[in-house]
C-alpha cells in the first residue's frame, strides 16, 4: 500500500504502526513487524458527514487512536 518510498523509510526508523489514507479503501494488514493502517477521509461530499475538514480529520484521528491502540499527538 502506498509508495515503497514510504514503507522503505518506516523499516528504516523501526516505524510500527504506519497509517495513512490517501487511497480509498480502507485496510488493515501486518508486514514486517510493521501494523499497516489505510484509513482514508472518503470522497467529499458524498461520503462525508460534516462540511468541516478541521472537523472530519480530528473526528477520524480519535477514532483511530481508540480502535488501533495508538496515542494521538498534535501540536
Known amino acids: ?3 515503497s518510498y514510504f514503507g522503505e523509510l518506516a523499516m528504516k526508523f523501526g516505524v510500527k504502526k504506519y497509517i495513512f489514507g ?4 480502507r485496510d488493515h494488514e501486518q508486514e514486517k513487524g510493521m501494523e499497516i493502517i489505510c ?3 472518503g470522497y467529499y461530499p458524498h461520503e462525508w ?3 468541516s475538514a478541521e472537523v472530519k480529520v480530528t473526528f477520524l484521528l480519535n477514532l483511530n487512536a481508540v480502535k488501533y491502540k495508538f496515542t494521538l499527538i498534535v501540536t
Request: with cysteine; glycine share 0%; net charge negative.
Open 1 to 3: 500500500m502506498s509508495s
Open 22 to 25: 490517501h487511497i480509498h479503501t
Open 39 to 41: 484509513t482514508p477521509l
Open 49 to 51: 458527514d460534516c462540511e
